[in-house]
C-alpha cells in the first residue's frame, strides 16, 4: 500500500478524472451531490467559498495497493482502510468522494476531499507526507498487507508524489518502446500500465501533432518533463522506425513464404522485372532515342562551325 498526495485547483477537473474511468466505482461520500461531474463539482465549488483565501482547495489522495492483496481487497475492505486513513491523517468534518478503479493490475482508489472543511477551516497540510508513511505502515500491519520488496521499489517510494509518478511513466514508456512498434499499440500498453496519452493538435490543423503529454493518478506531464528521449518527435522517430522495420520483416517472411512458381508456357524468352519501373524509352522499340530530325540538326551546326573556323 502507498498514498500518492497531490493538491489542486480545479475540482471539476479532479472529479472529470476520478469518476471518468471504466468501470469506475464510488464507494463513500459525504456533502456532495451526486448524479453528474457537474453537481460533484458545484457541491465542492460551493463550500470553497467559504475560504477563498485557499489557493489550492482540492485534495487528491490515490491509495494503491498490490496485485497480492486483491482478493482480500473487496469494496467494503478498501473503503474501511480508507476511512481508517482519512481519520488519522486528520481529512475529517469535511467533503469527500472515494472512488475505485479497475484500470491496472494494482488495487487502488482515489480520495477527493475539500481542504475547507465544513466549519470554513482550511485542514491542515503540515508534515503530511511524512505522517502519511507512518499512517501507511501501521495500515499495512494491521492488516496484512503486502510490502514492497527490492531496494529500487523501496526509494521509489520516498519519492514526493509527482517525482515518483514521473519516475513510474518513464518506466512504463521504456517497457512499451521495447515491445511495441506503432503508436496505437504503444498508447494501448501504456493504458494497461494506468498510463493516458494525449497528443497536442496544432491550431487550425488537427492533423499536425506537436506534442504528447501523459497522464497517470491525475498528474499530468509534457513529453519534456518525463525526459528529453520522451518528446513526440523523439518518440515518433523511434516508432515509426521500428514501424518500418517490422513492415519489412513481415514482407520478407511473405517472400520467403511464397512457392516457386514454373514459367507461363508463352514465354518468349524475355524476362520482367516484378516491379514495373519506367524505362524512359531505352528499350522501347516503339519509342526510340534515336531521332532522324535531330541528328540532321547537330550535322549542320558542325558543318557551320567548320566554315567560321577556329576563334582566336
Avoid at 149 to 154: A, H, P, S, V
Avoid at 158 to 170: A, D, G, S, V
Avoid at 232 to 245: H, P, T, W
Wanted: aromatic fraction near 8%.
Amino acid at each position: 500500500m502507498i498514498a500518492k498526495i497531490v493538491k489542486g485547483a480545479s475540482f471539476r477537473g479532479c472529479v472529470q478524472y476520478v469518476t471518468g474511468k471504466d468501470n469506475a466505482t464510488v464507494l463513500a461520500s459525504d456533502g456532495v451531490l451526486l448524479g453528474s461531474v457537474g453537481n460533484i463539482a458545484d457541491s465542492f465549488e460551493y463550500q470553497r467559498a467559504l475560504n477563498p483565501r485557499c489557493s489550492k482547495p482540492v485534495g487528491h489522495i490515490a491509495l494503491s495497493f498490490k496485485p497480492e492483496d486483491k482478493d482480500k481487497l473487496t469494496d467494503g475492505m478498501m473503503t474501511k482502510i480508507a476511512r481508517e486513513y482519512m481519520e488519522q491523517m486528520g481529512i475529517k468534518d469535511t467533503q469527500f468522494l472515494l472512488v475505485r478503479h479497475h484500470n491496472t493490475a494494482n488495487p487502488h482508489c482515489h480520495l477527493v476531499y475539500n481542504r475547507i472543511d465544513n466549519n470554513g477551516r482550511i485542514i491542515s497540510d503540515k508534515f503530511e507526507r511524512k505522517r502519511s508513511e507512518k499512517i501507511v505502515k501501521h495500515l499495512k500491519d494491521k492488516y496484512g498487507l503486502t510490502y514492497s520488496d527490492g531496494k529500487g521499489q523501496t526509494r521509489t517510494e520516498r519519492l514526493h508524489y509527482t517525482e515518483r509518478t514521473k519516475f513510474e511513466i518513464q518506466n512504463a514508456v521504456k517497457a512499451a518502446l521495447k515491445d511495441v512498434g506503432n503508436w496505437q499499440q504503444f498508447a494501448d500498453r501504456l493504458k494497461r500500465q494506468g498510463v493516458e496519452v494525449e497528443f497536442k493538435r496544432r491550431r487550425g490543423n488537427d492533423d499536425v501533432i506537436e506534442g504528447i503529454t501523459f497522464i497517470k493518478d491525475g498528474v499530468r506531464f509534457k513529453g519534456s518533463q518525463v525526459g528529453r528521449q520522451f518528446t513526440y518527435a523523439k518518440l515518433n522517430e523511434c516508432l515509426s522506425r521500428d514501424e518500418q522495420r517490422q513492415t519489412a520483416n513481415q514482407g520478407q517472411t511473405r517472400q520467403n513464404e511464397q512457392p516457386m512458381q514454373e514459367p507461363n508456357s508463352d514465354w518468349q524468352g524475355t524476362s520482367r522485372s516484378t516491379f514495373d519501373f519506367p524505362s524512359l524509352g531505352l528499350f522501347d522499340t516503339n519509342n526510340p532515342v534515336y531521332d532522324p530530325a535531330e541528328e540532321e540538326f547537330r550535322r549542320r551546326m558542325q558543318r557551320k562551325k567548320k566554315k567560321r573556323g577556329p576563334r582566336l
